[in-house]
């Protein structure tokens, strides 16, 4: 049985971030409520028509966790940063079968410079009500999949300290720590570690 807790976070030196796991009450997605049954979700690149559901997904960790490090929430342009950091790049929008964002993830470079052209960051967020039902996983295989088309061998994730959900769930992805900045992150005054994990795909 899928034991995911949830999602993700965001990677200092960038606007965008990897996976980590925080636990969320549903109560904030009260409209999520024709969707429970994980066979119905479908996959699929994130597309223009994704921006209003995306950015509010990501605005709820802003507000109610330290998943998303903006300390504000970000307006609706902020959706072309998330393009321009997965081009040419997979990504995957989670969508019920009324078209409903179930949660929406992508791969990006680690590097810009060609010499990690085989190297990607991955990130991801899921609506708190849809967390371990196993979509997260399934989201998390279709971005490696499709990664490992492109030739991208090393998959890394930045996960906050404060996350031990999140740091299990990569580790039964096939994640190992690989490194550890210390005291580099601090949100709503609470100062975090970043924990590297790596998989070789």
Same mark, same amino acid.
């Given at each position: 049985?899928?034991?995911?807790? *949830?999602?993700? &976070? +965001?990677?200092?030196?960038?606007?965008?971030? @990897?996976?980590?796991?925080?636990?969320?009450?549903?109560? =904030?997605?009260?409209?999520?409520?024709?969707?429970?049954? *994980?066979? /119905?979700?479908?996959?699929?690149?994130?597309?223009?028509?994704?921006?209003?559901?995306?950015?509010?997904? +990501?605005?709820?960790?802003?507000?109610?966790?330290?998943?998303?490090? %903006?300390?504000?929430?970000? %307006?609706? /342009?902020? +959706?072309?940063?998330?393009?321009?950091?997965?081009?040419?790049?997979?990504?995957?929008?989670? !969508?019920?079968?009324?078209?409903?964002?179930?949660?929406?993830?992508?791969? !990006?470079?680690?590097?810009?410079?060609?010499?990690?052209?085989?190297?990607?960051e991955?990130?991801y967020?899921?609506?708190?009500?849809?967390t371990?039902?196993?979509?997260?996983?399934?989201?998390?295989?279709?971005?490696?999949?499709?990664?490992?088309k492109?030739?991208? =061998?090393?998959?890394?994730?930045?996960?906050?300290?404060?996350?031990?959900?999140?740091?299990?769930?990569?580790?039964?992805?096939?994640?190992?720590?690989?490194?550890?900045?210390? @005291?580099?992150?601090?949100?709503?005054g &609470?100062?975090?570690?970043?924990?590297?994990?790596?998989?070789?795909?």
């Amino acid at each position: 049985m899928p034991e995911e807790d *949830l999602i993700l &976070v +965001f990677n200092p030196h960038s606007p965008l971030n @990897s996976l980590d796991t925080i636990l969320f009450s549903a109560h =904030t997605f009260k409209d999520w409520n024709t969707m429970t049954v *994980l066979s /119905e979700i479908t996959l699929s690149s994130i597309s223009e028509s994704d921006r209003k559901s995306v950015v509010d997904l +990501f605005n709820y960790y802003i507000e109610n966790s330290y998943a998303a490090y %903006p300390e504000q929430k970000v %307006p609706y /342009e902020f +959706f072309s940063l998330f393009l321009d950091a997965s081009r040419n790049y997979p990504s995957v929008v989670a !969508r019920g079968s009324e078209g409903t964002v179930a949660g929406f993830g992508l791969l !990006r470079p680690h590097n810009p410079m060609a010499a990690f052209r085989h190297t990607a960051e991955v990130t991801y967020f899921l609506r708190p009500e849809m967390t371990r039902k196993g979509l997260g996983t399934r989201m998390f295989e279709y971005l490696e999949t499709a990664g490992r088309k492109q030739e991208i =061998t090393s998959l890394l994730a930045s996960i906050s300290s404060l996350n031990d959900g999140s740091i299990r769930f990569h580790t039964r992805q096939g994640f190992t720590e690989c490194g550890r900045f210390l @005291s580099v992150g601090m949100k709503k005054g &609470v100062v975090f570690d970043m924990v590297w994990m790596q998989k070789f795909i």
